[in-house]
């Protein structure tokens, strides 16, 4: 029995690939993408409760997936990670639409904590 | 060492700053005086120049003719009182019979007539062939002298008639004779003799009234006075000159340096008499007697080079301030620019470098999770404890790795946001972070006493960062090693933060302690630009705030940033 199901979008096959097995010993349903528009696309296939969304993305920026997603799932909270020690580094601003943000490398505890929240708050 | 600036590790200064330095614009602000002074001070100096050497020549010319008047006017004066009685004379001996000359009473009779229409007669005398005074009228008792051995009768016997230089003779005063020879009728030759009052002749020159600097006086062709010199003294003296040549009865005038100050010396031989008329016209050195002449030039002169050089060292003083603020403030700002490039410089490549490392270091951080996860879920896992361990110490090492990326973003991030809010404490340890080699390896304390509720405050992260890392920087390198830097911040009042950073380093000595803000000083010597605390200082109080600084040569010292919670714009 899941507790809840998460999409994660990364580039990164190693990271989300670990991310995926290591969420599912914690009871948590979770699917990679490794682009955007695929991320996209397994949205409009399966039912998620929440997304981990890379900012940095080859192709489609993360940001303009964010956009795409809430547009599509309006409801559907969207955790943002980036690649960068702090968000606040004045190159690429958090948009507004993001629940919260994460930064690498990420505490698992903290994420499925963050994860929680964004789907209470819905 | 004394703890100086150092914004950020420093080389030798640019060219650009050395040139900056004070003895620089001393050296400008001289020469610019010292040539400006010349070219404007040299057409004066030129002009003045040539008005002097005119006055001399127009001086010299005056003194010439001045000379050159006196010794016509006096030459035909004297002339005229000589001949006038030689003629008086030569009447007599020529009209009257041999007899009625041959008598004393006659003589006095003749000789009061003389003195009577002409004057300056002494006395009278006939002489014989023999030289004997036959007859004699006049104040002495000559009657019976013989004049034979005397140079004017061998000269009136040879020549008829003759004027005798001076002589005190028997009288005892200066006098001249004139002598006139006849024959009588029995063919024997005598002669008429008078004494002229040498007095006569003085009065003549007195008569002149001349000026303090002329001296007029005759001499005879021996170079004997024939009148009382102011120079050469008095009558029957030999003067030191050469007696002049005759020069066709004309007189001569010209220039003589000599014994006397600057001269012009003029003469002229007096017609049919042994005397030579002289004229010496004295004067002070050229440069005193135009000096008291053209005083108003002279005045003139000293006012305006006075005035010139004044003004001149008044606008180059302050054009080469001028200057010299201009290059500061040019300096730093390219200090403060080549300063804000390097940060931003590091903030890129600190994001690249998280970026890049960030990335991994995730990748790590979740398959060590992984590894970990499946120790501790799979029931029979080999070594589970050990395994367990050894993924904790990696996940360790992650997190080391992901301080230290955050802390370069951190302190890398934002150089163009002016106002943010900021914890003083995590700006001051963020800064400190970036000499932690340094303080490790020389065993450096940093102590923090900052109170952990402290507010935050409102300014520019960027610039407070350089504020500090610069005031760090020096009091490491002021410290030994082994030293300590005690960083505290107090409140005053509420809206006020003083940040405190004491060293106990070699400290700062007095003299150096009321320069340390100036810009370009620098105890570092060539190694320093001097810009760095000038720079601190101003943006600390651009940033509303002042900076204090109190120092014990030897023990160390402290330095005092007052940053306002809120910042307050002033100008720049």
Same mark, same amino acid.
């Given at each position: 029995m899941y507790k809840f199901r998460v999409l994660l979008i990364d580039d990164e096959e190693e990271l989300v690939s670990a991310l995926v097995e290591r969420l599912s010993y914690r009871d948590i349903d979770s699917e990679f993408a490794l682009t955007g528009p695929e991320g996209i696309d397994k949205m409009r296939q399966s039912v998620f409760d929440v997304v981990v969304l890379d900012l940095k993305l080859p192709g489609m920026d993360g940001t303009e997936v964010l956009s795409r997603i809430k547009k599509e799932h309006p409801d559907i909270p969207v955790l943002m990670i980036t690649g960068h020690g702090s968000v606040a580094n004045g190159q690429e601003e958090i948009p507004a639409q993001a629940f919260d943000f994460l930064s690498k490398p990420i505490n698992l505890e903290d994420l499925i904590k963050k994860m929680q929240e964004a789907i209470d708050s819905g | 060492m004394v703890r100086e600036d150092k *914004? &950020? *590790? &420093? *080389? &030798?200064?640019?060219p650009e700053v050395a040139r900056l330095r004070v003895p620089r614009y001393r050296r400008l602000r001289r020469n610019s005086v010292l040539v400006t002074s010349l070219v404007a001070l040299f057409p004066l100096l030129i002009l003045t120049v040539f008005n002097y050497l005119q006055d001399q020549e127009a001086y010299k010319a005056e003194s010439r003719f001045a000379v050159s008047r006196v010794l016509s006017n006096t030459k035909r004066t004297l002339e005229f009182v000589i001949e006038e009685r030689r003629s008086a004379l030569s009447l007599i001996i020529n009209e009257r019979p041999c007899e009625d000359l041959c008598s004393d009473e006659d003589l006095k009779n003749i000789l009061k007539n003389l003195t009577h229409s002409f004057g300056g007669f002494i006395d009278l005398g006939l002489v014989d062939s023999e030289g004997i005074q036959e007859f004699y009228a006049g104040p002495y008792d000559l009657k019976g002298v013989n004049y034979k051995n005397q140079d004017w009768f061998h000269e009136v016997i040879l020549r008829g008639s003759y004027v005798s230089d001076v002589f005190l003779g028997y009288r005892d005063i200066p006098h001249f004779v004139i002598a006139l020879k006849n024959e009588r009728e029995d063919g024997s030759i005598f002669i008429l003799r008078a004494t002229i009052d040498m007095e006569l002749v003085n009065r003549e020159i007195y008569s002149l009234d001349m000026d303090r600097e002329t001296d007029a006086f005759i001499i005879n062709h021996k170079g004997v006075l024939q009148t009382a010199s102011l120079i050469y003294g008095n009558v029957l003296d030999t003067v030191n000159f050469d007696v002049p040549a005759h020069f066709r009865g004309r007189e001569v005038v010209e220039e003589r340096g000599g014994g006397i100050n600057w001269a012009m010396f003029g003469y002229v031989y007096i017609n049919n008499s042994q005397f030579i008329l002289v004229t010496i016209k004295r004067q002070m050195t050229p440069f005193k007697h135009w000096l008291s002449r053209r005083s108003d030039v002279v005045w003139f002169l000293g006012v305006s080079i006075t005035l010139v050089l004044l003004l001149i060292f008044y606008f180059t003083t302050n054009l080469v301030k001028q200057l010299r603020d201009a290059d500061l403030k040019r300096a730093k700002a390219f200090h403060n620019v080549e300063y804000t490039n390097k940060m931003a410089t590091i903030g890129r490549m600190a994001a690249g470098v998280a970026h890049e490392i960030n990335n991994p270091l995730a990748i790590i951080n979740e398959k060590a999770g992984l590894l970990k996860d499946l120790a501790t879920f799979t029931e029979d896992f080999p070594k589970k404890e050990k395994t367990a361990k050894l993924v904790d110490s990696i996940l360790n090492s992650v997190e080391r790795c992901s301080k230290v990326t955050r802390r370069l973003l951190g302190f890398a991030r934002r150089m163009d946001v002016p106002q943010e809010l900021i914890d003083m404490k995590n700006l001051l340890e963020e800064v400190v972070s970036f000499q932690t080699t340094e303080v490790a390896t020389r065993n450096i304390a940093i102590n923090y006493d900052i109170s952990e509720d402290l507010p935050t405050i409102e300014s520019d992260r960027g610039q407070l960062q350089q504020v500090f890392l610069n005031i760090i920087n020096n009091a490491i390198a002021a410290v030994p090693d082994g030293g300590h830097i005690d960083i505290s911040i107090v409140r005053p009042s509420d809206n006020i933060f003083d940040v405190i950073i004491k060293d106990n380093g070699a400290g700062i000595s007095k003299e150096n302690l009321e320069h340390i803000f100036e810009p370009f000083f620098s105890t570092k010597g060539e190694f320093g630009t001097g810009l760095g605390l000038s720079i601190t200082h101003d943006i600390v109080e651009r940033l509303g705030g002042k900076i204090a600084v109190k120092s014990e040569f030897g023990k160390g010292t402290v330095f005092t940033i007052t940053i306002p919670q809120k910042r307050v714009e002033i100008g720049g």
């Open positions: - | *914004p &950020a *590790p &420093a *080389p &030798a200064p640019s």
